[in-house]
């Protein structure tokens, strides 16, 4: 509407590297039709255009033509929608993809065309040296440290490429300590819920949230992904997400739900923040001003800064930054073949190739869709790798959580993949972290087992692996948001009859009087009930209760529970659960009365 030129240019590229993205990486990444939902009927031509400006720009790059649904057919498409006072909608296409597994491709093709590929690579210095034609000191290499063992080196370059994100300013003050900083880094908040939240295939969009944000609720990995926030933030290796952003998040969902789904803080399984580095231009007249493309800059001494940018164009920002090095070095290259040459994964991958996995190592039909989508044609060397389950079906796979298709032999190919700590593995080349933190958490035993094997860890350091990894989730994927939500703090808001309806539920346990229930109490009452668990889950199921960690569970602490449940902040308790299935099945053993009223045989 501004008739911006920049603007045109910007998404004209990022339509046409999405198309090449799709290509190039088709197991990774695939079109999702997203919806905007209308409530005000001015809406509906207004953004219609809007939509269909972005088709004509895109071309013969479009995926699919966006197209108007009437109020039935969107409630159809998005059940879950908030009925009142909608008018309809309009749904368009975009790209979706798994972000962590395609910038592992991107790493893996590189290195199979002869790419040296380093991880926990950390650059302490810069290195320099005088040119003899100009006497001016020139950018010559890197002082590295190895994160993992503390060994520094150096490295050599005729060139060097300063590509990281939201830490720009900080290796481009190691080149020139009085560089201005262009790099304002911004943090986004993204929540995941269960899959039950949005439909498989169709997400949705509000591009004009109370506070003027975008928020976006898309089907993800079989889960659904909401966010994001966008707040100024300091750069940090641990970004940490907040409470207040994510319940913001949830509020903007519920605006959009329909009342009859009821948006809860417990169904939140993991929440993460990123940090964008959003850039200025230095060459800009307006240096306080967002750069929305990305910016390549050449300092006095030969540094080449590549910052800002978005995941989309990530191609061309490197054909623009090798261009930029290429003349500024006098390097010997030619042109960028990069336009449709396939990542790793994607040349011999099809949308049936799970089914050559199932038939061909018996793995089941879940496990298989999720590794030809996870490693595409790599696939049949993660499936050569996979143990025998000893059961009749399915014959190979084991799982590392049951509710999850991830499987063992995802961790021995996963350090192939140069994985090196637990982190890596639960969020880095499986997502299991970032899909519900408290089943990243059952799987990480099995997976520092199974590292440490592989890796020859001993005890301390498997110790210190599993350690490290809980407080990444803890505090990086929002288990500490989600552990707060019950506290030994919490308040007891409930009604004088829940009161009493949850204590006698209490007292069938607690059959002693004794005002805590203990691992006996709950056994007692399964065996009661022909119901058999194992003491170590019968043990996990009570500590997420045990505020006070004292082995037992208290009735003011199952009342806490109880009343942070019927708030939302909690759900999916295993205790609540297990406890409500057990007093309705000993209610159903009371005897029923069988004498006829009026004294006959």
Request: with cysteine; charged share 25%.
């Amino acid at each position: 509407m501004k008739l911006d030129i920049e603007q045109y240019r910007m998404v004209k590229e990022a339509l046409h590297e999405r198309a090449n993205l799709l290509e190039i990486a088709p197991h990774l990444s695939a079109p999702l039709p997203i919806m905007l939902p209308i409530y005000k009927w001015w809406q509906l031509p207004y953004y219609w255009v809007g939509i269909k400006l972005y088709d004509l720009v895109a071309g013969s790059n479009c995926l699919k033509s966006s197209y108007v649904l009437s109020k039935s057919r969107a409630l159809e498409h998005f059940p879950m929608l908030q009925k009142d006072k909608l008018v309809g909608a309009i749904v368009y296409y975009d790209g979706q993809h798994n972000d962590a597994r395609m910038n592992l491709a991107i790493a893996l093709t590189a290195a199979r065309y002869g790419a040296a590929t380093a991880n926990y690579m950390e650059v302490v210095s810069l290195l320099k040296k005088t040119d003899p034609q100009t006497g001016k000191e020139r950018v010559s290499g890197a002082r590295c440290k190895d994160v993992l063992t503390g060994q520094e080196f150096d490295v050599r370059a005729k060139c060097v490429i300063n590509a990281t994100g939201p830490f720009t300013d900080t290796v481009r003050r190691m080149d020139d300590k009085d560089a201005t900083a262009i790099c304002q880094p911004s943090a986004g908040v993204h929540i995941v819920m269960p899959g039950y939240y949005s439909p498989e295939s169709m997400g949705l969009l509000d591009p004009a949230t109370s506070d003027g944000r975008v928020i976006f609720f898309l089907p993800w990995q079989k889960m659904t992904i909401a966010g994001t926030t966008d707040t100024p933030t300091d750069v940090t290796n641990h970004p940490i997400p907040s409470e207040e952003d994510i319940n913001f998040i949830l509020n903007e969902v519920r605006n959009y739900l329909s009342s009859d789904v009821e948006v809860r803080r417990g169904d939140v399984l993991a929440a993460w923040s990123g940090i964008r580095p959003l850039v200025t231009d230095p060459k800009s007249a307006d240096t306080q001003s967002i750069s929305r493309n990305h910016v390549v800059d050449i300092s006095e001494s030969g540094l080449i800064t590549i910052a800002g940018g978005k995941w989309t164009t990530y191609r061309s920002m490197a054909e623009d930054t090798i261009n930029a090095a290429v003349k500024a070095h006098n390097l010997n290259a030619g042109p960028s073949r990069t336009v449709g040459l396939f990542l790793q994964g994607g040349k011999d991958w099809s949308p049936t190739l799970y089914i050559r996995l199932v038939q061909d190592y018996g793995l089941e039909s879940e496990v298989a869709q999720h590794l030809a989508a996870t490693y595409g044609d790599k696939a049949f060397e993660v499936a050569k790798m996979a143990s025998v389950t000893g059961k009749r079906w399915p014959i190979v796979g084991v799982r590392l959580v049951s509710e999850f298709p991830y499987i063992e032999a995802e961790v021995k190919y996963g350090i192939k993949e140069y994985a090196c700590t637990a982190v890596d593995m639960i969020s880095r080349r499986t997502r299991l972290a970032f899909l519900n933190v408290q089943a990243a958490e059952e799987a990480l035993p099995r997976i520092v087992e199974l590292m440490g094997r592989e890796l020859n860890w001993n005890d301390s350091k498997k110790e210190e692996e599993l350690e490290t990894a809980r407080k990444f989730l803890y505090y990086e994927m929002g288990y500490k948001s989600r552990s707060e939500q019950l506290t030994d703090r919490s308040e007891i808001s409930l009604l004088p009859s829940d009161i009493d309806r949850y204590k006698k539920r209490f007292h069938k346990f607690d059959a002693d009087q004794k005002g805590f229930i203990t691992i006996v109490d709950v056994q007692r009452v399964l065996e009661s009930i022909n119901v058999q668990m194992d003491e170590n889950t019968l043990h996990e199921i009570l500590n997420e209760v045990d505020l006070n960690k004292n082995g037992q569970v208290e009735l003011n602490e199952f009342l806490q529970l109880m009343s942070a449940i019927q708030k939302g902040r909690v759900s999916g308790s295993r205790l609540a659960i297990l406890m409500k299935t057990a007093e309705e099945n000993l209610d159903r053993r009371v005897p029923i009365p069988v004498d006829r009223s009026c004294g006959g045989l």
